[in-house]
């Protein structure tokens, strides 16, 4: 653990380095109520102390710059960095969002551009780029429950989630007022279509889905599962945290989806940020528009400008329009890759996480034997120690642990507990790939010479491993 | 090979499907039911190199105008204040910009230190000891923190001050509405554009609101006399909610110090650019008690194996990887980097500098008041304190003046006629980075304006 920057000595100049020659402050009476009289308590550090702090922290962390991150549901691939300099003009960077329309019109037409070409990769026939992450975007969607209000349809108070599904599907369900049912897989990884049917009742607003599912599956029975739930009068939710395994291949609104997010951050390659901020547009079908959350851009034939239902908009996500920092870079990811660009860069998904699955199958097999999709969920119960134990001995060899039970972002029964969830990404080139099959082999070699000395790893950072679940020092 | 980022030749992608046994691309995807698959291209503009998308992206940014070239008196809630250099330095880092959310402890005490500092420094700045390590934005915050007065008090009903941003009255709309939480308004007084003190004790008197939310300065930039406020609210059994502009504690006691209960903000005028409005940072900060409240991530201190200090995510049973449908959010991608360009902002102030950042935000705004008001036709329809921005009462249309203020390359407020019993009028901000020969040109052109 590094000096905090609290425990810093002061450098003692104590001096106020915000100045203007024109303005002295000296003497000024501030007529305010309840003026300050002791100090915040805030460091007192000079520039370069400041820089030195903060890049010694940068050297104790580790981004998809440094190496491999195969970390399962997050998809670590590249983020150019041409895209970062680009949303750093000052014609975007240096905007203030209460300035007049005409001001602004190049805001309005990336938007509105990017909304079109949303439109086309998911099949869908409107996009808002409000919601701040995928989570919001997901409470964007269910909020969308206005849809129901409106034609008097007010008893659907039930989500319909798989028991594999990510914790903000359950959470978003409560957040936007609803009640949760949970549907279960079967034995092949997949929904199991006899509990969707049992569950499947006149209260239920909607089935949300993440297909690929967060178990790496395609959802083969997804057009049957599409007209159950419209049968039933139900909405269809697209989790669109894994689209990068289908870009350019099928896409949500030719399965039957009517409503979807995507995660720009995973996806369209924004990067992540240490947990963000990243962006989470919302898509409809037609019959749905309206509801979308404003203001959304759009086009006259002339100017691009901001415009909102007022009728039956679900109203704002958040202050402004959406992370236009971070969409620039989405629009900017997909105008240089281009129609054939995208759909390669799934199929290299695909085939990568294909090729880890079979590389490891020896020590590690897939949990369900069939071909995944852009991520592979291998099953730990082999490894004689714990797959968590196993994960951290990676880090040695500047491999990031892959999405485990209690590290990292999705949730997994009780009976697959000690899976590992391995998403490479199509930015990995095979001699990438092939280290990472090397030093999983090498670990398990390990292990088989001295499971001590791999359970307490790693042994090349500034701490030692924390264990599972540790308790808070107060 | 299409596009720029795919890495494999046709040759490797063959010898790669061998290795898995499988004939060719399509195969790998044999799941997916034909009569959905896509049997076209994409409908997209076709490949671009580095250069051609620098120069569609130029021409799209130069469509723009931006604050460096206008002088920016448009405050509401987003500032033209100076990012200092060291932070875009520093979180252009890969090492930070590149890395996810910090599951990994081993891998990650860098990035867990500066979001643990994040927190310490904005408990200074709040006064109050616990601090979530991000929600998206004010507005979301404000709602944040709205459910958590709920969820404490069990009760869903809360009272409103008629004086915060209209977004946040939106958002708030949003998303409690369908949680079944009641708002009620609380007005203010035309005299000092303050919360109306009477009005409020009333309403506290008479109904049982799970909190009270007010804003500092309020969207009339009018400063609230929190300590006030908090008397008559500690008279009922309701929390204390107040949105305020972080770099008020430059200058006043804190939030926590005054009595909130729940302190939220808009992070962006520490050290984010205004984006085009995001992305930004919502500040969450409050008491011990109330901290299983919290939404979303918190960063503290656990042990390794060997008995040391670690930095960690802690308390994730709140959190929905854990808690799912019962968590205390749905959040889960946050606003970290921005977390972290606030902390390096406060720290390359520090404790002298952000007070006179605080300073010269108020002998600014209070110079081009009192300048303002040497200019015949101008009213100032409130008499309360303010900060760094304030209204100005037009004798005519606010939309012809700020068009023609526009055409002089200044922003110059946000019309906020018809509001409050308001007839013409704009709420004006000002901070550091408007020089005085601007300020003075600014009186000179309203002055044209209004003529
Ligand atoms: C399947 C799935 N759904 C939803 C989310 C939530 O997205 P975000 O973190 O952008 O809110 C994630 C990401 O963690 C995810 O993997």
């Known amino acids: 653990m590094k000096q905090s920057i609290l425990d810093k000595p002061h450098s003692g100049r104590g001096q106020n380095s915000v100045f203007d020659r024109e303005f002295c402050v000296d003497g000024i009476e501030f007529e305010l109520p309840g003026l300050r009289e002791d100090p915040l308590g805030l460091p007192d550090l000079t520039e370069v102390e400041v820089v030195r702090h903060f890049t010694e922290l940068t050297r104790e962390s580790y981004g998809v710059d440094n190496g491999s991150y195969p970390l399962g549901s997050c998809t670590m691939k590249y983020n150019p960095k041409r895209n970062d300099k680009l949303a750093a003009l000052p014609g975007f960077q240096r905007v203030h969002p209460g300035q007049p329309a005409e001001t602004m019109r190049g805001i309005w037409r990336v938007m509105y551009e990017l909304q079109l070409m949303l439109n086309e990769i998911l099949g869908m026939d409107a996009f808002s780029l409000q919601p701040a992450a995928g989570a919001n975007g997901e409470l964007a969607g269910l909020f969308i429950k206005k849809y129901f209000d409106v034609k008097k349809e007010k008893d659907r108070k039930v989500i319909l989630v798989a028991d594999s599904a990510h914790g903000t599907n359950p959470a978003s369900a409560t957040m936007a007022g609803f009640d949760c049912r949970i549907i279960s897989t079967n034995e092949s990884g997949t929904m199991d279509l006899e509990d969707l049917r049992s569950n499947l009742r006149p209260d239920v607003a909607a089935l949300m889905l993440t297909n690929p599912s967060t178990l790496g599956l395609f959802e083969t029975n997804i057009t049957e599962i599409a007209g159950l739930i419209h049968a039933n009068g139900s909405l269809l939710y697209y989790d669109g945290a894994n689209l990068n395994a289908l870009m350019g291949i099928v896409r949500p609104g030719d399965m039957g989806f009517d409503v979807v997010h995507i995660n720009t951050h995973k996806t369209l390659s924004t990067p992540h940020s240490g947990g963000g901020p990243g962006a989470g547009p919302v898509g409809v079908k037609k019959f749905l528009q309206a509801y979308l959350p404003g203001p959304v851009a759009d086009y006259d034939g002339e100017d691009y400008f901001p415009s909102v239902d007022k009728e039956f908009s679900i109203g704002r996500m958040k202050s402004g329009f959406g992370h236009f920092d971070v969409l620039v870079k989405a629009y900017c990811y997909i105008l240089t890759n281009g129609p054939d660009g995208l759909k390669e860069c799934s199929e290299n998904a695909v085939l990568n996480a294909n090729y880890l699955q079979a590389g490891l199958r020896d020590i590690i097999p897939p949990v369900f034997d069939r071909l995944c999709m852009h991520e592979c969920l291998l099953n730990g119960d082999l490894l004689r120690i714990s797959a968590y134990s196993f994960a951290k001995r990676l880090i040695d060899y500047k491999v990031h642990p892959p999405t485990l039970v209690g590290a990292g972002c999705v949730y997994f029964s009780d009976d697959l507990g000690s899976a590992i969830l391995i998403e490479p990404t199509e930015t990995e080139t095979k001699a990438d790939l092939d280290r990472i099959v090397s030093v999983f082999k090498m670990v398990w070699d390990e292990v088989l010479h001295d499971a001590e000395f791999v359970n307490n790893a790693p042994y090349s950072r500034e701490i030692s491993k924390v264990p599972m679940a540790s308790k808070e020092v107060i | ?451």
């Open chain 2, 1 to 451: 090979m299409a596009g720029s980022y795919n890495t494999h030749s046709e040759q490797t992608r063959s010898e790669m499907l061998g290795e898995i046994g499988v004939e060719s691309i399509d195969h790998l995807f044999d799941d997916v039911p034909g009569e959905v698959r896509l049997d076209r291209t994409l409908d997209l503009p076709q490949a671009i190199s580095e250069w051609e998308l620098e120069s569609i992206l130029k021409s799209h940014s130069r469509c723009n105008q931006n604050v460096d070239d206008f002088s920016c008196l448009i405050g509401g809630g987003k500032y033209n204040h100076q990012v200092p250099a060291v932070v875009d330095a520093i979180v252009s880092r890969g090492e930070f910009l590149t890395s996810y959310t910090p599951y990994q402890p081993e891998m990650s005490q860098g990035i867990l230190q500066a979001l643990f500092e994040y927190q310490q420094l904005m408990s200074k700045v709040t006064g109050l000891p616990v601090v979530n390590s991000s929600s998206y934005d004010g507005a979301t915050a404000l709602v944040d923190a709205a459910w958590m007065a709920c969820s404490i008090q069990g009760r869903k009903r809360i009272l409103v001050s008629s004086a915060i941003w209209d977004e946040h009255r939106e958002v708030l709309d949003t998303y409690l509405e369908p949680r079944g939480v009641k708002i009620s308004m609380v007005g203010i007084c035309n005299r000092t554009g303050g919360v109306d003190r009477n009005e409020l004790e009333e309403r506290l008197g008479k109904e049982e609101f799970a909190g009270f939310l007010f804003q500092s300065p309020n969207s009339l930039g009018i400063v609230e006399d929190v300590e006030k406020i908090n008397r008559i609210i500690q008279k009922s059994d309701c929390l204390s909610v107040l949105s305020f502009t972080p770099l008020l504690s430059g200058l006043l006691k804190t939030p926590g110090e005054m009595g909130v209960d729940i302190v939220v903000g808009e992070g962006q005028p520490l050290g984010i650019h205004l984006n085009a409005g995001g992305s930004s940072l919502g500040i969450l900060s409050t008491k011990d008690c109330y901290r299983r409240f919290v939404p979303g991530r918190i960063v503290g201190k656990v042990t390794d194996i060997k008995g040391n200090l670690a930095y960690s995510l802690v308390f994730e049973d709140r959190e929905q990887q854990v808690a799912r449908d019962k968590a205390t959010s749905n959040i889960c991608s946050n606003q970290a980097m921005n977390a972290i360009r606030a902390c390096i902002f406060l720290g390359c102030y520090g404790e002298a500098g952000f007070a006179g950042l605080a300073r010269l935000n108020y002998a600014k705004a209070h110079y081009l008041r009192d300048r303002l008001g040497t200019l015949k036709g101008l009213s100032f329809p409130f008499s309360g304190p303010f900060f760094n921005e304030f209204v100005v009462g037009l004798p005519k249309s606010a939309g012809d003046v700020l068009a023609y203020l526009t055409q002089q390359s200044i922003f110059g407020g946000l019309d906020c006629s018809q509001k409050f019993g308001l007839d013409h009028a704009i709420l004006i901000s000002v901070t550091e980075n408007l020089s005085k020969s601007e300020l003075d040109h600014f009186v000179t052109q309203l002055g044209e304006a209004i003529r």
